[in-house]
């Protein structure tokens, strides 16, 4: 069956560093345009960056800058890395395989928390 399991949330200090990854299962992987996802409490969920079948990327304009996905095909895995951690960054993140006139898929998310 379908899977999307991300790791590498947790507690980091303002300034720091994490990097997520989201492990792909079920599905061509190739053949899906991958996101990330945020949400905070009490808030919508929001677009944080996604990466197309070609490699192009896309970010929101709050972590340009700051934050990098990739994807290594290789591994069905999709990865943000994220620098420079504000406390606003603070949210549940989601991984999400998109493919056009196909179902997509969501991950259960990892916590990130950014605090002193």
């Known amino acids: 069956q379908v899977q999307l399991v991300e790791s590498g949330g947790g507690l980091v200090q303002p300034g720091g560093s994490l990097k997520l990854s989201c492990a792909a299962s079920?599905?061509?992987?190739?053949?899906?345009?991958m996101r990330w996802y945020r949400q905070a409490p009490g808030k919508e969920r929001e677009l944080v960056a996604g990466?197309?079948?070609?490699?192009?990327?896309n970010y929101a304009d709050s972590v340009k800058g700051r934050f990098t996905i990739s994807r290594n095909n290789a591994r069905n895995t999709v990865y943000l890395q994220m620098n420079s951690l504000k406390p606003e960054d603070t949210a549940v993140y989601y991984c999400k395989a998109d493919r056009f006139g196909a179902r997509d898929y969501w991950g259960q998310g990892t916590q990130v928390t950014v605090s002193s």
């Open positions: 990466i197309s079948t070609t490699g192009s990327t």
């Open positions: 079920g599905f061509t992987f190739t053949m899906y345009v």
